[in-house]
């Protein structure tokens, strides 16, 4: 089996490089979690690559939603980005 590692991505090249050569949805994108964090949310890109290789394997955006009485949640947007 693969080593697989997790890590937060914060550089936008890579993530639009990977997310451009998969059938993915507008949701992951570079910009929709630019969108989120304008409206006030916490947004956090979440990359699983093999260790060996440096390839990524799935890249997901996860959004911190607000409640009140300061309680909060996070959102997976749709479906993670799986090669």
């Known amino acids: 089996m693969e080593d697989l590692i997790a890590k937060f991505v914060s550089d936008k090249k ?4 990977f997310i451009s050569q998969q059938d993915s949805p507008f949701l992951q994108s570079w910009g929709w979690g630019d969108l ?5 949310r916490g947004v956090k890109r979440l990359a699983i690559f093999n260790q060996e290789t440096g390839n990524h394997c799935l890249l997901a955006s996860i959004i911190k939603h607000n409640l009140p009485l300061g309680k909060n949640y996070f959102y997976q947007i749709k479906l993670p980005v799986i090669e």
Do not use: H
Not at 14 to 17: Q, T
Not at 36 to 40: M, R, S, T
């Open 36 to 40: 989120q964090e304008k409206l006030g």
């Open 14 to 17: 890579s993530w639009i490089s």
